[in-house]
């Protein structure tokens, strides 16, 4: 299974890229906590463990793609993979997730998503971006 979800998230796309692969900024924009790097071939952990994986694609400001999985996971199920592409549109930048390879069961990620990170994010850089 794979899905497509995109975002308006008032930042530009260096902060956005940034905070997604700085463990500070990643915890403080979707309130669990996360120990990221911004190195290709670096794990990952966010939402406090729930969520682990890898850099697979770093492109500064522009793309972020890492192999992606839940603690849901079945242990005989592969890794699933998001890439995120950042545009810049005026004071704002669409964030494009691409997910694939998610397991059948993985329906609910596309809600988990927006609840858990583009919400969060929004609310964080509106905040951090204020006029």
Known sequence: MEFTLTANIKATPKQIYKSWLSTQRHSKMTGG?????????D??????GYIKGKNLELEPY?????TWRT??????????KIEI????????????????????SGEHYK???????FEPMK???EILNKD
């Open 71 to 80: 603690s849901n996971f079945e242990e005989n199920e592969d890794d699933s």
């Open 33 to 41: 906590a996360a120990f990221v790097s911004d190195k290709v071939g």
């Open 43 to 48: 794990t990952f952990t966010t939402w406090d």
């Open 123 to 125: 609310r964080y850089f």
């Open 85 to 104: 592409s950042l545009t810049e549109q005026g004071k704002e930048t669409m964030l494009t997730l691409k997910h694939t390879n998610v397991p059948e």
């Open 62 to 66: 522009n793309r972020i793609v890492q």
């Open 111 to 117: 809600k988990g998503w927006s609840e858990s990170y």
